[in-house]
C-alpha cells in the first residue's frame, strides 16, 4: 500500500494520458469490409504520437495536440458467418525522449455476419 502512495506521488495527475471512445463497438453486417470508427483525445500538456492495432499490429500512426480529438476510420474483415467475431482495437503513446511509461487503451469490436440468401 506504501508503493502505491509512492508511486501516486511520483506521478504527476494524467500522466502520458489519452483516452479511447467507445469502449465496445457491437454491428450486425452484411459484408465482409466493414468501417469501424473510433475517437482519440490526447489528455497530456504536450503533442503526442499514437500508434493505432488492430489484432495486435500496428496499421497506422496518430499525432495529436494537446486536447485534440480525432476519429481513426478503420477497415476491419469478417471473413467467417454466422458467428460472432472479436476484434480487439487499441491506440498506444509512442514515448518522446526521455519518456519511458506507455498508455493503450483497448475497444472491442464484436461484428455479426449472417448468411443472405
Known amino acids: 500500500m506504501k508503493r502505491f502512495f509512492l508511486l501516486a506521488a511520483l506521478l504527476p495527475p494524467l500522466a502520458l494520458a489519452?483516452?479511447?471512445?467507445?469502449?465496445e463497438i457491437k454491428k450486425?453486417?452484411?459484408?465482409?469490409?466493414?468501417?469501424v470508427a473510433i475517437d482519440v483525445t490526447n489528455l497530456n500538456d504536450y503533442t503526442q504520437t499514437y500508434e493505432?492495432?488492430?489484432e495486435g499490429k500496428v496499421v497506422g500512426t496518430v499525432?495529436?495536440?494537446?486536447d485534440e480529438t480525432r476519429k481513426i476510420q478503420l477497415n476491419l474483415k469478417v471473413t467467417e458467418l454466422d458467428k460472432w467475431t472479436h476484434k480487439?482495437?487499441?491506440t498506444r503513446?509512442?514515448?518522446?525522449?526521455?519518456?519511458?511509461?506507455?498508455t493503450e487503451i483497448e475497444s472491442l469490436v464484436r461484428l455479426y455476419r449472417p448468411t443472405l440468401k
Open 52 to 54: 493505432v492495432i488492430i
Open 63 to 66: 499525432s495529436l495536440k494537446p
Open 28 to 35: 450486425f453486417v452484411a459484408t465482409e469490409n466493414v468501417p
Open 18 to 23: 489519452h483516452s479511447q471512445t467507445p469502449r
Open 93 to 102: 503513446s509512442i514515448p518522446e525522449k526521455g519518456q519511458t511509461v506507455r
Open 88 to 90: 480487439i482495437v487499441s
